[in-house]
C-alpha cells in the first residue's frame, strides 16, 4: 500500500540502535536474507513479527509501519476537488470506484468522510442503474442538489431517484452517521448532522432529517462569533477582530438567502408575505454584491420567485426573473473559487487556510448541466413556448 513505508522504517530504526541485519535476524529468529528482503521491499515481516520490531525499536506499530490514515485539510481539500473534476470527464463508474478506494483507504480520517459524503450527495444524480426502467430508457437525473428534489417514499425509487442514486446517498448518510460517532470535533459532527439530514430530505425521508435538526435548532446561536470578535478586540487586535466578523457575516450571506429561497416557496399562496420576502431577499442580494461573491445564492432566491411566479400564472415577471437567474449564473467564473470582494477584503486568506478553501465542491461542467436541468423544469412548461424562455435556454446551453 501506498500509504505504508514499513521498509524504510526498519531500516532506520535498526541503523538508530547500531544493529546489523544479522543482530536483527537473530534477535527475531529469522535468518538475514529475510531481514534484507524486509528492508528493500521485496516481502514484508509476518504479521506475529510486527509487535516483537515495534518493542525493539520503541514505538507503535501503526509509527513502525509509517501508516497514517489521517490526511492534512489541503489534502482533503484537493482530492475532493480532483473528484468533482474527474466526474464531470470521466466515466462515472470508474471515479466512483476510486472514492469509494479512498474512502476504504482513509476510513478513519473523520473530515475527510465528510466531505466524500458531500461529493457523494452533490454527484449521487450522475449515477445510472445497470439495468434501464420500466419503458426501456434510463431514469431521468434529479437537478441540482440545491433545488428540492422530488421526493419519495421512503422504500421506493420513483423516476427522481434510481436505486444507484439511492445507494450512494444512503452512503453519505453512513458516512455522516460514522463521523458523528467517532469524531471529538463538535463542528465537524454539526457539519456531518447536515450533510446526513440533507441526504435523508433528498431520499425522501423528512422525518428523519427533521428529528437530526429540531434539536441543533433549539440550540442554535451565533454568539461565539462575537464573543471571540470582542476577546480579539479587547487584547488591541483589531484586525483579527474585523476579520472574525467578516467571516462570519461572509458565512452567513448565503444562509439567509437559502432561507428566503425556501420561504418564497412556503409563502407562494401569501401575496403579501411572498412579496416581502422577495423584496428583503434582494435588497440584501444587492447590498452585499451577493451576484458576484455568491452568484449561486442569488440564483436560488430569483429562481425560486420565477417557479412560484410560472405557477401563479405571472409569466412576464417570471420570465424577469429567470433572466436574472442567466445574468447570475453568467457570472460563475471558471473554475469556480470562492472569493472575498473590495469589502470582504480579510477573508481569502481564511478561506485559504480553512477546511472550507477556495474551490467550489463542483465541477464547471456539472453546475452548467444542473443549471440546465433547473431551467427546463416541468413547472415552467407553461413558459415554454415563449420566445425570451428559448433565448435563455439557448443561451445556457451556448454558454461554456
Given at each position: 500500500m501506498p500509504d505504508i513505508n514499513i521498509a524504510e522504517s526498519i531500516v532506520e530504526h535498526r541503523r538508530q540502535l547500531e544493529m546489523t541485519q544479522g543482530e536483527l535476524a537473530n534477535y527475531l529468529g529469522v535468518s538475514k536474507a529475510a531481514v534484507s528482503k524486509w528492508e528493500v521491499g521485496l516481502s514484508n515481516p509476518a504479521i506475529e513479527q510486527l509487535p516483537r520490531l515495534a518493542a525493539l525499536f520503541g514505538v507503535s506499530i501503526d509509527e513502525l509501519m509509517r501508516y497514517d490514515p489521517q490526511l492534512s485539510s489541503r489534502r482533503i481539500r484537493q482530492m475532493r476537488q480532483d473528484f468533482a473534476s474527474a466526474f464531470s470527464s470521466r466515466p462515472f463508474d470508474s471515479v466512483i470506484d476510486e472514492v469509494h478506494e479512498a474512502i476504504q483507504r482513509y476510513y478513519s480520517c473523520y473530515p475527510f468522510l465528510v466531505e466524500m459524503a458531500t461529493l457523494l450527495v452533490n454527484h449521487a444524480n450522475l449515477a445510472q442503474d445497470a439495468e434501464p426502467d420500466h419503458d426501456g430508457t434510463p431514469p431521468t437525473a434529479p437537478s441540482d442538489p440545491s433545488t428540492a428534489p422530488e421526493l419519495v417514499e421512503p422504500d421506493q425509487v420513483g423516476p427522481t431517484l434510481n436505486r444507484a442514486q439511492s445507494a450512494l446517498l444512503e452512503e453519505a448518510v453512513?458516512?455522516?452517521?460514522?463521523?458523528?460517532?467517532?469524531?471529538?470535533?463538535?463542528?465537524?459532527?454539526?457539519?456531518?448532522?447536515?450533510?446526513?439530514?440533507?441526504?435523508?430530505?433528498?431520499?425522501?425521508?423528512?422525518?428523519?432529517?427533521?428529528?437530526?435538526?429540531?434539536?441543533?435548532?433549539?440550540?442554535?446561536?451565533?454568539?461565539?462569533?462575537?464573543?471571540?470578535?470582542?476577546?480579539?478586540?479587547?487584547?488591541?487586535?483589531?484586525?483579527?477582530?474585523?476579520?472574525?466578523?467578516?467571516?462570519?457575516?461572509?458565512?452567513?450571506?448565503?444562509?439567509?438567502?437559502?432561507?428566503?429561497?425556501?420561504?418564497?416557496?412556503?409563502?407562494?399562496?401569501?401575496?403579501?408575505h411572498f412579496e416581502a420576502t422577495l423584496e428583503r431577499g434582494l435588497a440584501v442580494a444587492e447590498a452585499y454584491d451577493v451576484a458576484r461573491l455568491y452568484p449561486n445564492a442569488l440564483i436560488q432566491v430569483t429562481f425560486a420567485a420565477a417557479m412560484c411566479l410560472a405557477e401563479q400564472g405571472q409569466a412576464q415577471r417570471a420570465l424577469g426573473f429567470l433572466e436574472q437567474s442567466v445574468a447570475a449564473f453568467d457570472n460563475f467564473e471558471f473554475p469556480l473559487l470562492l472569493h472575498g470582494d473590495a469589502y470582504f477584503d480579510l477573508v481569502d486568506e481564511w478561506l485559504c487556510d480553512s477546511e472550507i478553501g477556495v474551490d467550489a465542491p463542483r465541477d464547471a461542467a456539472l453546475v452548467k448541466q444542473s443549471f440546465l436541468a433547473a431551467l427546463t423544469n416541468p413547472v415552467l412548461a407553461t413558459l415554454a413556448e415563449h420566445p425570451r424562455y428559448k433565448k435563455l435556454v439557448d443561451h445556457v446551453r451556448a454558454s461554456r
Open positions: 453512513g458516512l455522516c452517521r460514522r463521523t458523528k460517532m467517532k469524531t471529538d470535533d463538535l463542528a465537524l459532527a454539526r457539519r456531518a448532522n447536515s450533510i446526513e439530514a440533507f441526504a435523508d430530505l433528498m431520499l425522501g425521508h423528512p422525518a428523519e432529517a427533521v428529528d437530526l435538526l429540531s434539536a441543533e435548532m433549539a440550540q442554535f446561536d451565533t454568539s461565539d462569533e462575537l464573543i471571540l470578535a470582542r476577546a480579539q478586540q479587547a487584547m488591541g487586535d483589531v484586525e483579527a477582530a474585523r476579520r472574525t466578523l467578516q467571516v462570519t457575516t461572509y458565512q452567513y450571506l448565503p444562509r439567509l438567502l437559502d432561507a428566503c429561497a425556501g420561504m418564497l416557496g412556503l409563502y407562494r399562496d401569501d401575496p403579501a
